[in-house]
């Protein structure tokens, strides 16, 4: 059906999707300006100061891995490091393996670098070495 609008023939059903869309578009120009969002009443409140996740709960991952430590015998491997003895760091001219004068033991475990005669015993300066090489972790202490 066709009918004139301010002087110009137009078609009636192309003014009523006209007045659909812009409806549509109305609406989300005047909703886009309220405050209050759709998920007003899900957000989550916040936890008491003295919460700490996974405090009491026998099975995070902090308390299963502090166990298995204590079941594995773990001790601080850093205090050993002074008692070995190994490849001088930078390493000499012409030398490409880093554990040339490292002893592997099974004593020595457990370590980052095995054999198949054990893990390897390291000095203190390849640990650090090793840590700082290529200007990585020139700040942080060496146990991280």
């Not at 006209?18 to 409140?45: D, R, T």
């Not at 430590?69 to 491997?77: H, N, P, R, T």
């Not at 040339?100 to 033991?105: G, T």
């Not at 670098?113 to 054990?118: I, K, M, V």
Request: aromatic share 10%; with cysteine.
């Amino acid at each position: 059906m066709e009918m004139k609008l301010f002087g110009i023939q137009c078609r009636l059903e192309v003014i009523i999707i006209c007045l659909i869309v812009g409806g549509i578009l109305g609406a989300h120009l005047l909703c886009s300006c309220s405050k209050i969002g759709l998920v007003e009443g899900m957000a989550m409140m916040g936890a008491p100061l003295e919460w700490q996740m996974g405090a009491g709960q026998a099975m995070n991952w902090q308390n299963k891995a502090n166990q298995y430590a204590k079941d594995m015998g773990y001790s601080d491997q850093r205090s050993k490091y002074s008692q070995y003895t190994g490849t001088p760091v930078p390493l000499p001219e012409g030398q490409l393996f880093m554990f040339a004068d490292n002893k592997f033991k099974p004593e020595c475990c457990p370590s980052t670098y095995t054999s198949s005669t054990g893990c390897a015993c390291i000095t203190q300066e390849q640990v650090d070495y090793i840590n700082q090489r290529g200007g990585n972790r020139t700040i942080a202490p060496a146990e991280f």
